[in-house]
């Protein structure tokens, strides 16, 4: 079945730029999510691409999608004590009900 | 806006016992939906609604039974709790449950079975 894969572990020293990287199986995926999680919290919806698209930008956030290695990716430019979190990765074929979430990828911010 | 919101914020049960977590969603959403995450693993869906009246199994709905008898009310029960449904479990809502509508997460409940 469809599977999404994060490593779990990053750590980034502040005000560097924070890559984090996804891979999908199924390539009739039609749209990728990052959702993120801070502590204590529920997930947040920080951007989506369409599986037609190769970047997408939003303010210190781009999106990668390489489709042809079912390989996403979210740079976080700037990264700042705020973003530490568990970032995780999705991917849908048509609706809510059929999305598949990575396990998660935790950021760590050292000064 | 409340948003969504889950009672209670922590559980603890010993095995067998029953109990409902409890979800509410202010905005007329008509999709929701319940996930458990498991350390180390993404989140895995339990079930989910697509309007009052309607409901569906996910990925792993066994131990679990839910309800939608009003459009912002989606509560998640536990027959029998195991030490395996031992999890925090996030309730979610979307406008149509479409893939481009934005789902928002309730704050999660942290549940421990004995």
């Known amino acids: 079945g469809e599977d999404v894969e994060q490593s779990l572990f990053l750590s980034v020293r502040e005000g560097d730029s924070s890559v984090i990287n996804c891979t999908y199986t199924d390539s009739s995926s039609t749209y990728l999510y990052w959702y993120k999680q801070e502590p204590g919290a529920g997930l947040q919806l920080l951007t989506y691409?369409?599986?037609?698209?190769d970047m997408k930008q939003d303010q210190r956030l781009t999106v990668l999608l390489n489709k042809k290695d079912k390989h996403l990716s979210l740079r976080i430019a700037d990264t700042q004590t705020g973003d530490s979190a568990i970032y995780f990765c999705a991917a849908s074929y048509s609706s809510a009900s059929k999305i598949i979430f990575g396990s998660g990828t935790r950021l760590s911010i050292r000064p | 806006n409340a948003g969504v919101t889950q009672t209670p914020k922590f559980q603890v049960l010993k095995t067998g016992q029953s109990m409902t977590l409890q979800c509410a969603q202010d905005?007329?959403?008509?999709?929701m939906s319940w996930y458990r995450q498991d350390p180390g693993m993404g989140l895995r869906l339990i079930h989910y609604?697509?309007?009052?009246?309607?409901?569906d199994q996910g990925e792993v709905p066994n131990g679990y039974n839910v309800s939608r008898s009003t459009t912002e009310d989606f509560p998640l029960r536990l027959l029998s709790a195991a030490p395996s449904q031992t999890s925090v479990y996030f309730c979610?809502?979307?406008?149509?449950?479409?893939?481009?509508?934005?789902?928002?997460f309730g704050p999660g409940t942290r549940l421990t079975v004995l």
């Open positions: 691409i369409f599986s037609n698209m």
């Open positions: 905005m007329n959403h008509e999709y």
């Open positions: 979610a809502s979307s406008s149509s449950g479409t893939s481009t509508d934005t789902q928002y």
């Open positions: 609604s697509v309007g009052a009246g309607i409901t």
